[in-house]
């Protein structure tokens, strides 16, 4: 039964994403939102549990990617497009909305490379899939906590702009740093206490707001320890 359990978290994933498109095109995104962050939470620990149970297993890798597409490719496009169909002044405009499923496209692409790239498995090249979920969940929570930002969000030019951003993060030839420890001293460790302290901070004082600066923080240290231990 336990070698199981690793397959059956990832299915909640999967189901957590269907669940939440359907709460979307039922204009519930904070539901989306939310379930998007419970996938996310399935996502790490099925791994996790994998490696525990030693039931790591070539059908669970291929299961785990299918899972990320629906809840961090497809569900995140359909929030863009929800907010981005809120935003159009007028009909002939409503178009713009299918810009938001680049995500989507770009996402199964990075999917698709980190399952053939043997460079990361210690680490990522370009914005993890569950990474750019979350900032996308986090932004109906944002408008839900601070209305009086919904002009500076809710533009469908801002938002275009915004996904096509996201999606060539997600295949950038960079690499970033996973949080995955060896061994728990410091040394060694340095970036990815550094971030996991500062994000800690961020969230206690900024709630869901603190996700897109979080995300800069990421990328912005992952390019220092790129400089400080360059990738061979």
Partial sequence: MLKHLPNAMTCCNLLCGCVGIVAAFNNDLLLSSYLIVIAGIF?????????????????????????????????????????????????????????????????????????????????????PTPANAFLIASIPVILRQHDDWAPYILNANYLIAFSFLMSFLLVMEVPLFALKFKGFGW?????????????????????????????ALYILLSLINNRLHPVT
């Fill in 43 to 127: 996502d790490f620990f099925d791994g996790f549990v994998a490696r525990l149970v030693k039931a790591s297993s070539a059908i669970g890798k291929e299961l785990d990617s299918l899972a990320d597409m629906v809840t961090f490719g497809v569900l995140p496009s359909i929030i863009i497009y929800h907010l981005i169909l809120e935003s159009v002044p007028d009909l002939p405009s409503i178009w713009k909305c299918y810009f938001a499923f680049v995500i989507a496209v770009f996402s199964a692409l990075r999917l698709a490379k980190f399952n053939i790239d043997e460079r990361q498995t210690s680490g990522f090249i370009g914005l």
């Fill in 187 to 215: 040394k060694g460790n340095e970036i990815k206490y550094l971030f996991i302290g500062i994000s800690a901070v961020l969230v206690i004082l900024l709630n869901f707001a603190a996700m897109p600066p979080i995300i």
